[in-house]
């Protein structure tokens, strides 16, 4: 079983994830990346994406140009899990390549 994390636990680990926010009366986290232009974006995007689909985990996300925004929720559990942080920091790490 999924556990979703409590408003304390998900606190201390977004103070972890500069950037991040919850969103959704706190059921999902999220955080826009801006990039030089749409080809990094893209490429960020396609990172990001072999590595959720390895994960099993996918992002909602939408891009603009240069810009992506990015918001992680485990809708099985309905809620914010260690699932997302995890997505989140390989996100961060990409983001920041």
């Known amino acids: 079983m999924i556990t979703i994390l409590a408003t304390a636990e998900l606190e201390k680990s977004l103070s972890e ?12 986290i999220e955080k826009t990346f801006e990039f030089g232009d749409f080809s990094e974006a893209f490429g960020f995007m396609t990172r990001t994406a072999l590595a ?7 992002p909602e996300w939408s891009n603009v140009y240069n810009r992506v925004t990015v918001t992680l929720s485990t809708h099985e559990a309905g809620g914010v899990t260690a699932r997302d942080l995890d997505l989140a ?8 390549a």
């Not at 994830?17 to 999902?28: E, F």
């Open 17 to 28: 994830l500069p950037g991040w926010t919850p969103v959704r009366s706190g059921k999902a």
């Open 89 to 96: 920091a390989v996100v961060e790490r990409f983001a920041s």
């Open 52 to 58: 959720a689909e390895k994960a099993d985990h996918h």
